[in-house]
C-alpha cells in the first residue's frame, strides 16, 4: 500500500512537471496575466518579509499590556491559557503595526516622489476605463488601473455595504494608499537584498512552477470543452462508474443455522434484546463484539444476490431475515439510506459531475501523449526501492526500542494512562 502512495504521488509530480515544461515550451511564461500574478506574489512576499525585519521586529508588547487587553475584552473567571496570551500578543502587535505603518509613511515615503490620480478612481468611469490607464506611480513604478482594480471596487462596495453613507472613491484611495506602501516595501526589500533570501527564492519558485502549471491546464481544459452530444455519449459510456448507486448502512446479526436465527428475531422483535445485544452475545461474524454489528454502508449490487435483496427492500428500523449468505444466516436492519446520485444526465449536478470527469480523461490524455512523445520520462526504480527499505528499516528499529522496558513509549502510555485515569 506504501509503494502505491509513492507511485501515485511521483506519478502526480510527473504529470505536473511535463505540463510545466509544456507550458515553457509553449511560451506561456510570457503571457500577461502569468506575468502580473508574479509580480504581484514578488511584490506582496517581499515587502511582507521588509515589514517583519525592519518593522514589525521593533514592535514590543509588555505583559502590562496583555493583561489589560485581557482585562478589558474578556469575560469574569476566563483563564489566562498560554495560547490566548499568544492571540492577544499578536493581536496587540498588529495593532502596533498599522498604528507604526501609519506614522511611518512619510519616512517611508521620503525621497520617493509618489503620484496619486483620483480622477482616475471614479466608480462613474469604471467600464469605460482601459486597464493600462494609470492610478498612481512610486518613482519609476506605475500602478495601473489593471493591476489594482479588483481590490479597488472590492473595498469600495464593502465600505458602502457596511455604510450607505460612505463614499467609494475615498475606500478605494485609502486601498490604493496602503498598495503604494506594499510596492515601496518592496523596493526597499529589494534594495536590502531580500530577494536572495533562501526562503523568498524557495516559495517564489514554488509559485512559478505551480501557478504556470494551472493556468495551462485551465487553458487545456478550456480547449476541451465538450459539445453536447460528446458529453452524453462520454456519460453513457462511463455510467457506471460516474453515478453513485443507492447504499445503505446496515446492522447485522449472523447465525450459524435458521433455526437459530428465527428464535433470535423473535426474541428482538419481542423487545427482550436489542440488536447490539445480539450482536455482541450471539453473533458468530468477526468483529461483532467490537463492532456491535454495524456493518457500514453496503452498495446496491455489492452484497450476496439473496443478502443484497433483502436489505434493499427493508425500510430503516425494518427487521429483515432470516436470509443465508456463505457466512451463515443474517437477520438484518437499516440504519440509514443514501439515495442514488448522478443516475440521470439531464440533473444539472449529474452534467456537471460528467463534464468535469470528461475534461480531466482529456487532460490525463494529453499528458500522457507528452509523456510518450515530447519529454524523456525516466524513473528510478532502483533509488525508489532502496530508500522505502531505509525508511522501514528506520520503522522497525523504532518499534523495537519502542517495545523495550523503559522507552520513552512506555513512559508516555504510562502517563497517558495516568491522565486517562
Known amino acids: 500500500e506504501r509503494d502505491t502512495a509513492r507511485i501515485v504521488v511521483l506519478d502526480k509530480v510527473i504529470s505536473a512537471n511535463l505540463l510545466y515544461l509544456d507550458a515553457k515550451r509553449q511560451g506561456l511564461d510570457k503571457d500577461p496575466v502569468y506575468q502580473r500574478d508574479m509580480r504581484n506574489f514578488s511584490t506582496g512576499m517581499l515587502a511582507g518579509q521588509y515589514q517583519r525585519r525592519f518593522m514589525a521586529g521593533e514592535i514590543t508588547v509588555s505583559d502590562e499590556e496583555i493583561q489589560a487587553f485581557f482585562d478589558e475584552t474578556m469575560v469574569a473567571d476566563t483563564e489566562m491559557t498560554d495560547d490566548l496570551r499568544t492571540q492577544i500578543e499578536a493581536t496587540l502587535r498588529k495593532r502596533k503595526l498599522h498604528e507604526l505603518l501609519k506614522a511611518q509613511r512619510e519616512a517611508l515615503r521620503e525621497g520617493l516622489e509618489v503620484d496619486v490620480y483620483p480622477g482616475n478612481l471614479d466608480p462613474a468611469g469604471d467600464e ?110 462511463n455510467r457506471m462508474d460516474i453515478m453513485q448507486v443507492e447504499m445503505r448502512e446496515t446492522q447485522e446479526v449472523v447465525l450459524k443455522t435458521r433455526e437459530e436465527a428465527e428464535a433470535l428475531k423473535a426474541r428482538i422483535e419481542a423487545g427482550e434484546l436489542t440488536m447490539f445485544q445480539a450482536a455482541a452475545d450471539y453473533s458468530i461474524a468477526p468483529g461483532a463484539k467490537q463492532h456491535l454489528g454495524e456493518v457500514g454502508w453496503v452498495a446496491k449490487g455489492r452484497a450476496q444476490p439473496a443478502l443484497n435483496e433483502v436489505i434493499f427492500e427493508l425500510v430503516p428500523g425494518e427487521l429483515g431475515g432470516p436470509v443465508e449468505s456463505t457466512e451463515g444466516w443474517h437477520l438484518v436492519t437499516v440504519l440509514d439510506v443514501a439515495d442514488a446520485q448522478f443516475d440521470n444526465f439531464e440533473d444539472a449536478a449529474t452534467r456537471k459531475l460528467t463534464r468535469r470527469r470528461y475534461i480531466h480523461d482529456q487532460l490525463d490524455a494529453y499528458v500522457m501523449d507528452l509523456r510518450k512523445n515530447d519529454f524523456t520520462v525516466e524513473v528510478y526504480e532502483d533509488n525508489m526501492v532502496r530508500l522505502a527499505q531505509q525508511e522501514a528499516d528506520m520503522v522497525a528499529r523504532l518499534t523495537e526500542q519502542a517495545a523495550k522496558p523503559g522507552s520513552k513509549t512506555e513512559q508516555r502510555v504510562e502517563e497517558l494512562k495516568k491522565m486517562i485515569g
Open 128 to 237: 469605460a476605463r482601459a486597464d493600462d490607464v494609470k492610478v498612481a506611480q512610486v518613482g519609476e513604478e506605475v500602478i495601473s488601473w489593471g493591476e489594482v482594480k479588483t481590490s479597488l471596487i472590492a473595498a469600495g462596495r464593502g465600505a458602502t455595504e457596511l455604510d450607505p453613507l460612505a463614499m467609494e472613491v475615498d475606500a478605494r484611495l485609502s486601498t490604493l494608499q496602503v498598495e503604494i506602501d506594499k510596492r515601496i516595501m518592496a523596493q526597499k526589500a529589494r534594495e536590502a537584498g531580500l530577494e536572495k533570501d533562501p526562503l523568498y527564492r524557495t516559495r517564489f519558485n514554488e509559485f512559478e512552477k505551480t501557478r504556470l502549471v494551472n493556468l495551462h491546464r485551465a487553458k487545456l481544459a478550456k480547449e476541451r470543452e465538450p459539445s453536447e452530444e460528446q458529453l452524453k455519449a462520454f456519460y453513457e459510456a
